[in-house]
């Protein structure tokens, strides 16, 4: 085992500060990565406040990594120390279960490996995150990031930029399909890049009067006022998929009306209490309401390979991981254009 540094909290009313905590050493399957940047998903936020209530402290967040290989071990063939690389929000699963073998490792039956807040296969005690200097990671969870790539903005593609492409293939976005992203934050700007490139027409739903603009430069077609129920009105029974990326608690029951009898409407923002729901919309139109988590390993690296066919990455803010506790608060007043990334150059011993 070797000690790394990193920021974290060691409590859920503790701001974060730099600690040092211990890793696993470089195994036969491992790839040892020197973290570039890392992305601030509201995820991060949630799981150092234990609003999920599954946090374990110290709790060192992160989960939109990008980085240069700096060691692999004997077994690894596919990458070379040097190569840029990326790692998700999962670094290990069962590998066995239905769900795995169909590449679907974030749904894995016996419960991925997150990348913080797991427990570590090899020496037990939990994961730590991106928000470090280096991390250690198995070889069957580690990404390519195609030539080219600006890194900043390729981090939050790692888990912004999954969650959205997953629904969005699943639910076959593309030419003649009406989409509605909630949110223009994180995961909401990214999806209404993604699903523009797919070919759908797209619509936002924003609470914010000042991201009108902004939307329609992110790809949007229309970007609809959720808070007017004029603007709202208009568009009854209109859409094929609608994914809702808030994190906060709000009312489903305007979206439902909006979508098409028997189309889907797909809930990836987290709230940290339960979203109460009125169940009449789903019925009277054989409505669907589902969920979503991330993507899987291949569906990620496809999606990286698209974004840079596209020419597709976030839209960041880059700070030294000391603005970190600013950056959350920040978020949480839905002030970010649109994602952190933190240049970890900053992370000094
Ligand atoms: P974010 O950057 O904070 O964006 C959330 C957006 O939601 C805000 O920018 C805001 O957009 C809107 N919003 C915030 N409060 C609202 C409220 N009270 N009512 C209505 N809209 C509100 O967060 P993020 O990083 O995109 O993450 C969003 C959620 O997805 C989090 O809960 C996160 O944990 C979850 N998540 C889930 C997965 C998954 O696999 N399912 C993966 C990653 C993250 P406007 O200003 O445009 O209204
Ligand atoms: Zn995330």
Known sequence: MANYIGFGATAADKPLSQLTFTRRDVGGDDVKIDILF????????HFVRNEWH???????PGHEIVGRV?????????FNVGDHVGVGCIVDSCRTCPSCREGLEQYCEVGMTGTYGGTDKVIGGQTFGGYSNSIVVDRGYVLKIP???NLASTAPLLCAGITMYSPLRHWKAGPGKKVGIIGLGGLGHMGVKLSHAM???????????????DGHRLGADLVILSKSTDQMAQHARSFDLIIDTVAAEHD?????NLLKRDAVMVQVGAP?????INVFPLILQRRHFAGSCIGGIAETQEMLDFCAAKNIAADVEV?????????????????????????????QA
């Open 147 to 149: 030539a080219g790539m």
């Open 252 to 256: 489903l029951s305007p979206y439902f």
């Open 319 to 347: 700070i030294p991981i000391q603005k970190i506790n600013e950056a959350y608060a920040r978020m949480l007043k839905s002030d970010v254009k649109y994602r952190f990334s933190i240049d970890m150059a900053s992370l």
């Open 272 to 276: 940290e209490r339960p979203l109460p």
């Open 199 to 213: 070919g759908a027409g797209t619509a936002l739903f924003t609470t914010s009067a000042s991201k009108v603009e």
């Open 54 to 60: 599954n946090a374990v402290y110290p709790a060192v």
């Open 70 to 78: 700096a060691a692999v071990g004997a077994n690894v063939r596919d």
């Open 38 to 45: 890392c992305g601030v998903c509201h995820s991060d936020l």
